[in-house]
């Protein structure tokens, strides 16, 4: 019954690394985003997706790659983790790309060690 | 640049009285603003939203006020309850079609 889901829920992991979060919603929504939530709060977004298409791609360094392989589901791939990294990771969906509200996920803790 | 924010950081108000949280936006082609709330440990929730052409709109115990010519949005809370205790954030979506989001504000409710 989930609308947005995202997994894992907490990530540990070695600097250097490559890991993997996996969202997926189930609102027949077209539009999906990947926010990043630092240690303040600050919510800030990185990518978003309309109908597997980039359509919005914040300055975030090139190890962070999204692939969306379906209009359902947004994974976040990242390289060569750094402990700057280490933050709260939420996935969300719109029904448009505009003007509609974002339904988002419980949100994915990365810890860079 | 585009910004949102907060006036205040936390805000402790006694249960049952009304709570106001405010926003100042500074892109003026926002036309779309929502209000969400973020419990500890979970993603935000939406709580209400409002047009630019609509400078009032009423929801369960909450309210929204809009006013373009200062950039200022508002959310009212009635008869604050425990369970409002959350970080509340506003955000807007302007002709970038980001949602772009306020630093949050920290409710706190006293029993």
């Known amino acids: 019954d989930t609308a947005v889901s995202q997994t894992p829920k907490y990530l540990v992991t070695q600097m250097g690394n490559d890991k993997s979060i996996k969202c997926e919603q189930n609102?027949?929504?077209?539009?999906m985003y990947w926010y990043k939530q630092d240690s303040k709060k600050f919510l800030k977004i990185m990518f978003s997706?309309?109908?597997?298409?980039?359509?919005i791609n914040e300055t975030v360094p090139n190890r962070f790659s999204p692939k969306s392989p379906d209009k359902a589901h947004l994974n976040l791939h990242i390289n060569s983790l750094e402990l700057g990294d280490s933050a709260v990771y939420f996935c969300?969906?719109?029904?448009?790309?505009?003007?509609?509200?974002?339904?988002f996920g419980q949100g994915t803790r990365l810890t860079v060690v | 640049g585009e910004s949102v924010g907060l006036h205040l950081p936390t805000l402790s108000v006694q249960e049952g009285d009304n709570s106001i949280i405010n926003c100042a936006y500074s892109?003026?082609?926002?036309?779309?603003f929502i209000w969400y709330k973020q419990e500890s440990g979970k993603g935000p929730q939406f709580i209400i939203d409002?047009?630019?052409?609509?400078d009032k709109r009423q929801g369960q115990r909450v309210t929204v006020l809009l006013n373009k010519t200062v950039k200022h949005l508002s959310l009212q809370i009635a008869a604050t309850q425990p369970g409002d205790s959350a970080v509340y954030f506003c955000?807007?979506?302007?002709?970038?079609?980001?949602?772009?989001f306020g630093q949050g504000t920290t409710l706190q409710v006293k029993p």
């Open positions: 892109n003026s082609a926002s036309d779309y």
């Open positions: 969300a969906s719109s029904q448009a790309n505009r003007g509609t509200e974002a339904f």
């Open positions: 409002i047009r630019s052409n609509m």
């Open positions: 997706y309309n109908n597997k298409e980039l359509i």
């Open positions: 955000a807007e979506n302007g002709d970038t079609g980001k949602l772009i």
């Open positions: 609102l027949g929504h077209d539009t």
